[in-house]
């Protein structure tokens, strides 16, 4: 799977594979109609999906540093565009976020514009001087760039901190997928959840994460915009709903303003089961300060610029011009699923606001929605709730509640598609989430086996041992990852908004200036690394026990506060110790003109 | 000023320029979001509502694939692309 004919197949090779995918699609619909039971269906939507990866990850085995650590450099722009997409796209992505744009609007709607915008911030600043750097790893960079072992370690930990808060959450999706799909208990489906994973990444390394994730693009893609385009056409809002929903969004606004928000009492809401809410806030009404929207943004944009996982995508890709277009790509593949998010969460809102629609539950008696087929399966789940607070026999919108990740899990068979769509769905979840969680395993454990057990403890290892040394990491930080998840101690969505928090309080302008700032040197940037993190971590320690926050900085924007700590302290520290030498200087003229050898290469 | 400094000259103006247009739809529109709402905008949404759910978004990656053309240019401009064989 490495000559230069495969490079050349791939549009064949992935076409092929596509097909084949919907053909199994269509070969389950079949089945449904033949009276296959839905938990049949789900649980081969899940395991066959599963093994293709397996199979990918196997094909992908390699014993080359150059393939394990980057793919062997030739994976071409457009794939590594779908690769990246996946990595990018988590479980919170595709399970959390039409849920939390159902619920909160604008407000939430911030990270769909932060998720995006930072990939401008990617391509313009980072990505393409990374790659010419012919780094393997983030802290591969800074450890170059600004010398020294310390510089090196900070980054690793920096690194650690942030794709650590974030793996226990995809760990936590794959688990909660993988029980309702195989229908066991959430402890051992995490396990599960977590040798998947392993099975893609282990063998290959990058090169069999990069196959895979092409691989889980497509499903996911499917996945969610098929029922988007489905749904819509079966209520007749449109064919193609993106740019067809105008009516619809308004006729939310009018039932909005015709059931009104009921604001319920602290005993009413107490019987409610722990998670779901009700809708409370207009659909597409502005809702929040500009500062609120815009700091939660940038925070997110900022993080993106600093999420290692993401940025070794690009350590891939054939030449700097490449890995630019690439970026390009990524976003371009992203944004496929993120416009869809807010029509989903429009289309599922209709769905059941709507009294004109036979889907409608506002207004029907509370005896006839609780018969429903549909609402009695999640509400056994725990997704879903009625409860006649008025007592006047009806439901109102007051009185209907449901889990965050039901607006993507449940909205298939609201509308009234076939099971065969809520398998599909199961199948990209566990894609989105699996991808992510690859991605980021991958990134500690390259940069604890290149960064620190290479370049510090032992430069003279040899690649088979460094390899297995790579291998050894992956499965221990899988296996602590799984292990936390298991405990169930935080949402998927915080943890993933903190990791980008994380992230950007000790990453972002280290990176940055390390292109951009000659004068940064060493000193600089360890006071910018540690300093950013420290005063990050402290801020959110000081807000979540009970600190007033300062700025309106709240516990999910604590990056802009140590991101601010970051640069000061770098700028600071750079100026009063002296600059960097010639060697140095001269190293980061090079890395900023794409032509000659990569500046690792040379070394 | 030597070629490599032209070229940098230059790749910090096409930056300067892009990080301008990514600050116009990342934040300076929704610095007006309110305000913006009240007008129907493109295909009949909202404005604010349209830019959030798509406008801002497709922008992001129409100026990231121009951004990526425009610097390809100055590369080849001042000698510094890379050859195909590398």
Known sequence: ?603 | MSNQEKHWEKSRGLLMITLAIWFVFSIGIFLFGAEMNEVTGPFGYPWTYWFTCQGSLGAFVILIFWFANRQEKIDEEFGFSEREDE
């Open chain 1, 1 to 603: 799977m490495k000559s230069t004919n495969f490079i050349d197949n791939l549009p064949k090779v992935y076409g092929i594979y596509t097909g084949g995918f919907i053909g199994f699609i269509i070969l389950m619909a079949i089945a449904e109609q033949m009276g296959m039971s839905a938990k049949a269906i789900g649980i081969a939507f899940v395991a066959f999906t599963v093994f293709i990866y397996a199979l990918i990850g196997w094909l992908s085995r390699t014993a080359q540093a150059d393939a394990y650590y980057v793919a062997g450099r030739q994976v071409p722009t457009v794939f590594n565009g779908m690769a990246t997409a996946a990595d990018w796209m988590s479980g919170a992505s595709f399970v959390a976020m039409a849920g939390g744009i159902y619920f909160k609007g604008y407000g939430y709607m911030a990270l769909l514009v932060g998720w995006t915008g930072g990939y401008v911030l990617v391509a313009s600043l980072l990505a393409p001087y990374l790659r010419k750097f012919g780094c393997y790893t983030v802290p591969d960079f800074i450890g170059t760039r600004y010398g020294g072992n310390l510089a090196r370690f900070s980054a690793v930990v920096v690194l650690t901190v942030a794709s650590f808060t974030y793996v226990t959450a995809q760990i936590n999706a794959t688990g909660t997928i993988a029980s309702v799909a195989l229908d066991i208990p959430f402890q051992y489906a995490v396990y599960i959840g977590l040798i998947s994973i392993l099975l893609c990444s282990m063998l290959g390394g990058m090169r069999g994460v990069t196959w895979t994730q092409v691989a889980q693009y497509i499903v996911l893609i499917i996945a969610y915009l098929l029922p988007v385009f489905w749904i819509s056409n079966k209520i007749g809002a449109g064919f193609f709903p993106h740019f067809m929903l105008a009516d619809e969004v308004a006729r939310i606004g009018e039932l909005e303003a015709q059931f009104g928000f009921v604001k319920n009492s602290a005993a009413d809401l107490a019987t409610v089961p722990k998670g779901l809410a009700g809708i409370t806030k207009a659909h597409s009404a502005v809702n929040a300060t500009p500062w609120a929207f815009i700091s939660l943004a940038l925070a997110m944009m900022m993080g993106t610029a600093s999420l290692p996982h993401v940025m070794m995508r690009y350590f891939t890709t054939p030449s700097v011009k490449a890995a630019r277009k690439s970026v390009g790509w990524s976003l371009f593949f992203i944004f496929l699923l993120y416009s869809s998010a807010p029509m989903l969460a429009t289309l599922s809102k209709l769905s059941l606001l709507d009294p004109n629609l036979s889907t409608g539950i506002i207004g029907k008696s509370i005896a006839e929605v609780q018969a429903i087929d549909w609402y009695q399966n999640w509400n056994a789940a725990n997704l879903m709730f009625v409860s006649d607070f008025n007592g006047n026999g009806t439901v109102e919108l007051n009185e209907f509640f449901m889990g965050g990740k039901a607006v993507v899990l449940a909205t298939p068979e609201i509308a009234g598609l076939p099971y065969v769509i809520s398998g599909l769905v199961a199948a990209g979840g566990m894609a989105a989430a699996m991808s992510t969680a690859d991605g980021l395993i991958l990134a500690i454990a390259n940069a604890i086996s290149h960064d620190v057990y290479y370049k510090i403890i032992d430069p003279k290892a040899e690649t088979a041992k460094r390899l297995v040394v790579a291998r050894v990491l992956l499965v221990v930080i899988g296996f602590a990852g799984a292990t936390i998840a298991a405990m169930e101690i935080q949402g998927i969505l915080g943890s993933v908004i903190w990791a980008f928090d994380f992230a950007m309080s000790g990453l972002f302008f280290p990176l940055v200036l390390g292109v951009w700032w000659k004068r940064a040197n060493r000193q600089g940037a360890i006071a910018g690394m540690l300093g950013g993190l420290a005063a990050g971590t402290w801020y959110l320690v000081w807000v979540r026990t009970g600190g007033s926050g300062f700025l309106g900085i709240t516990q999910l924007t604590f990056g802009i506060f140590g991101s601010a700590v970051s640069l000061v302290a770098m700028v600071v520290v750079s100026l009063m110790t002296q600059e960097p030498d010639k060697a140095t200087q001269k190293m980061v003229d090079e890395v900023r003109v794409p032509s000659g050898k990569t500046i690792l290469g040379k070394q």
